[in-house]
């Protein structure tokens, strides 16, 4: 299964995950269908003209249940195969070109890396409209080693602001001087 998730293409990857979501989806739709069967007990007539009770799991229901839930399986195998051949596809890419494999393990490589430095988009969004409000522009933003304290340069001054509750806080020298380097 972990070899069955990892992503060689991106589309491969969401098709495979369509595959899963298809028998996830059938297992929902049968667990429905064995419900309702239950409420309508399994009542038929038999060939006397006689009413006749048996339980939920016999007959019809049964065999409604186990048919949804194969089909979907099916499918989802299908599509999950599908998936797989579309991946294969580009495995058999990359061994005839390897320097166009070597290239995409290098922009894949570069996409992955987190950098620790960058500060957060929503940070950043919310010190903008901070400072919007106060019609002043800030020049940098800078994380600390606190995760919700940050570092800003705002009109050839600094100022250390606390984001993360309703309004970003501008932090007093006595507060900010733990975070003075």
Known sequence: ??????????????????GIVVMVWGFIVAMFFLGGAA???GQFV??????QYSSYLAGG?????ISILARHALYGILIIGFGEVIDFL???????????EQQWQKEKEE??????????????T???GYYEEQSQMYTSIEKTSDAYIFKVVVDDRVEYV??????????????????TE
């Open 1 to 18: 299964m972990p070899k069955l998730l990892e992503k060689q293409t991106t589309i491969g990857y969401l098709i495979k995950i369509a």
């Open 39 to 41: 409420q309508l007990g």
């Open 46 to 51: 038999d060939e006397w003209g006689e009413m």
């Open 61 to 65: 229901a049964f065999f409604g249940f």
């Open 90 to 100: 580009q495995r058999i890419y990359f061994r005839l070109h390897p320097e166009v």
């Open 111 to 124: 996409k992955e890396v987190v950098r620790k430095e960058d500060v957060p988009f929503w940070v950043e």
């Open 126 to 128: 919310e010190l903008k």
């Open 162 to 179: 606390e984001v993360g509750n309703f309004k970003p806080r501008v932090l007093t020298e006595d507060e900010a001087k733990k975070y």
